[in-house]
């Protein structure tokens, strides 16, 4: 069912799986059910003209309109007109459009409904079913698809990590899922972070939106730290993914809530979990600042600007304030730093620099046990390095 024309269709038919469910129970309750039915009562019932319609709209992209169009009954039109929600649902989403669906009243309206009544057992199985095709499906991208393809899939899959059927653990197990297939990708190819800089910032500009966002947001800045925001030669976006990581912090830094308490989802989660959202995004974009500066020495002087900001703020929770502070001394030692915060690969050689493979061979000296809760003096425990690192 995957191929270069279905690729990218096939993945929001899996995303909006319980939602085409819900959609083809809502027509079969205007219709009838179909089960136990006659031939002659099936043939008449609008559920199957929907479901083949669906079925042709996801994978050929032809549209609905030009069926009824070409049509010589006076039935045609009932398709169209029958559930305005099937308008919105089949859409042509071949060239890779996000789709807009989700803004509709008649999807808004629906999805209420569905949540307070309830669900019937093809829905629950289909809650169950989409989260396992969206595993294989994921495998096999990272296995099979080529950097293309993934460029057009990645900005998708962000823009749908807050838009989904809203049932708690199936939007956690999905969301668990986006997250390690965009995180896979970018350590399969890091240059896509540099080709995707603008819906990446994008997105990052949206961490005070809700709690999806923040932790999409979360996932994004780990990646641009990790991966040097795409590796060496790309000393422009990395100065711009810098400049965003910026303004997300300096935003932080100056609002206690992160602008976050008139958000309805964050409404409900209470003044103590919000502080300690923001505690945690905050921690996450220190940690890529260090990092990215490690990567691209240009911008040291700018990271120490922005540590020493957090290091000297009142408001930084101990946590952020904490890292900020080991960053800081971090970099008063560049060998060291670099092995610690420099990127997984193409690391540089040199005096003082761990390679991390090779860790069984190394002093325990080299590790800066300054981190360690700030203790003093020698260490209080004897180990090695393959007392961390196993032998493989």
């Known amino acids: 069912m995957m191929s270069a024309g279905s690729f990218l ?151 749908r990590y807050a838009a989904m059927f809203p049932d708690k653990d199936f939007s956690f197990e999905v969301r668990k899922k986006l997250s390690d297939f965009l995180l896979a990708a970018f350590q399969r190819s890091p240059d896509i972070i540099a080709l995707l800089k603008k819906p990446i910032t994008d997105r990052l500009g949206e961490a005070h939106g809700n709690p999806a966002k923040m932790e999409l947001a979360l996932h994004l800045c780990w990646a641009i730290g990790e991966h040097g925001a795409g590796g060496i030669k790309h000393k422009d976006v990395a100065r711009e993914l810098f400049e965003n990581l910026e303004l997300l912090l300096y935003e932080n830094l100056a609002t206690s809530r992160l602008g976050l308490s008139q958000d309805p989802g964050f409404d409900s989660m209470g003044a103590s979990s919000r502080k300690s959202s923001q505690a945690r995004l905050l921690c996450f974009v220190v940690t890529a600042i260090a990092k990215l500066a490690t990567c691209h020495n240009e911008l040291l002087p700018r990271a120490r600007v922005s540590l020493a900001k957090v290091a000297r703020s009142r408001t930084s929770d101990r946590r952020v304030w904490q890292r900020a502070c080991d960053y800081l001394g971090l970099m008063n030692e560049p060998a060291i730093c670099l092995s610690v915060l420099g990127p997984s690969t193409a690391q540089g050689n040199g005096p003082g620099i761990v390679n991390w493979s090779e860790g069984g061979t190394k002093m325990v000296a080299h590790i800066p046990f300054y981190l360690l809760a700030e203790q003093k003096g020698p260490p209080s425990h004897d180990f090695s390095y393959t007392d961390l690192l196993p032998a493989e």
Request: proline share 5%; aromatic share 4%; glycine share 4%.
């Open 9 to 159: 269709p096939l993945f929001l038919s899996l995303m909006d799986l319980p939602m085409l469910v819900v959609a083809l129970e809502k027509v079969e309750r205007s219709s009838g059910t179909l089960i136990g039915s006659s031939l002659a009562t099936i043939q008449k019932s609008a559920a199957p003209e929907m479901l083949l319609a669906l079925m042709d709209e996801a994978y050929t992209g032809s549209s609905i309109e030009d069926q009824s169009g070409n049509s010589g009954s006076d039935d045609s039109g009932r398709l169209d007109l029958a559930d305005p929600m099937f308008l919105d649902l089949l859409k042509d989403e071949n060239d890779g459009i996000a789709a807009k669906h989700w803004t509709s009243p008649t999807i808004s309206s629906t999805l209420q409904a569905a949540l307070n009544s309830p669900q019937s057992d093809r829905l629950k199985q289909s809650l169950k079913m989409a989260p396992r095709f969206l595993t294989v499906y994921f495998a096999t991208a990272l296995r099979d698809v080529n950097n293309s393809l993934l460029c057009a899939l990645i900005p998708v899959a962000m823009s």
